[in-house]
C-alpha cells in the first residue's frame, strides 16, 4: 500500500486524511491535550520508528485524569505516593490509547516527544529524534483490550501510510529499544495479535476476535 495509491484510510475506529496528518502532524480521531515537554526533531532526520508504550496512573490503576496531567506538568505530589517519584519528570507521548481504544494526543506527529529517553534501535542512538511515541493505558501484566489492540493497528497503519519508512519491522516496544532500563509494554502486550490486526488494518479489514484466543 503506497501513499500515492491509499491517501486515506478508512476504518472502524476512525479515519484520517494522511495527507492533512502529514502536514499538521494532528491526528483528527484524537482528542488534542497539548503537552509543553517536546521540541523540534534534528534537521533533516526522518520519522521512521513507532515505539509502543504503556502507563497507567497510579500503576494498575486506570482512567481519571492523571496521565494528561503528567503529560502536561500538571500531575500533583500530594495526590498519591507514587505521584512524589515522578511529578517533576517532564515527559510525554505523541498518543494516548485508553482502555476503551479512544485516543488522546499530546504533541504533533511531526515533533520530537520525550517519550523514549536513553535508547537505541538497531544502532542508531536518540529514539525521540526519529520516532513516534505510542502509549497503551496499561501495565506488562493486565492483558490489554481488544479495543486498544485494534485503535492501535489502525493508527499504525494510518502512520505507516503518512511515514513509509516506518515499515512493520520498525514497530517496536519501548522495552526492546532501552532494554534493561523500560519494560514497558510488557508481556501483556501480545505482539503476534498485534501483527495480525495490523495487517487486517492495512487491507481495511478488522477482526472481533478477541487477544486471548489464537494468541501465543
Ligand atoms: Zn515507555
Not at 21 to 31: E, F, K, Q, Y
Not at 72 to 81: D, E, G, R, S
Not at 135 to 164: F, K, M, N
Not at 188 to 216: N, T
Request: net charge negative; with cysteine; hydrophobic share 35%.
Amino acid at each position: 500500500m503506497s501513499y500515492s495509491a491509499r491517501n486515506s484510510l478508512s476504518a472502524t475506529v476512525f479515519s484520517e486524511d494522511v495527507s492533512a496528518l502529514r502536514r499538521t502532524g494532528r491526528l483528527s480521531a484524537a482528542r488534542w491535550c497539548p503537552s509543553p515537554n517536546y521540541g523540534p526533531r534534528p534537521y533533516g532526520a526522518s520519522i521512521s520508528l513507532l515505539v509502543v508504550h504503556s502507563i497507567s496512573l497510579p500503576p494498575g490503576e486506570f482512567g481519571g485524569r492523571y496521565i494528561e496531567d503528567f503529560f502536561t506538568n500538571n500531575l500533583n505530589p500530594a495526590q498519591h505516593p507514587y505521584f512524589e517519584t515522578i511529578a517533576d519528570m517532564r515527559v510525554s507521548a505523541h498518543v494516548l490509547i485508553r482502555r476503551d481504544g479512544s485516543l488522546t494526543q499530546f504533541v504533533s506527529l511531526l515533533d520530537r516527544a520525550w517519550h523514549a529517553g536513553r535508547s537505541c534501535f538497531q544502532g542508531i542512538e536518540e529514539c525521540n529524534d526519529y520516532s513516534i511515541g505510542v502509549e497503551l493505558e496499561g501495565t506488562d501484566d493486565i492483558p490489554y483490550t481488544p479495543e486498544q489492540y485494534r485503535a492501535l493497528a489502525e493508527l499504525s497503519a494510518v502512520i505507516c501510510v503518512a511515514w513509509p519508512d516506518i515499515s512493520n519491522d520498525r514497530i517496536t516496544g519501548h522495552c526492546d529499544i532501552a532494554p534493561g532500563r523500560k519494560t514497558d509494554p510488557g508481556p501483556a502486550f501480545k505482539w503476534h495479535y498485534f501483527r495480525v490486526a495490523l495487517a487486517e488494518a492495512k487491507s481495511g479489514q478488522h477482526s472481533d476476535e478477541p487477544p486471548s484466543k489464537g494468541v501465543v
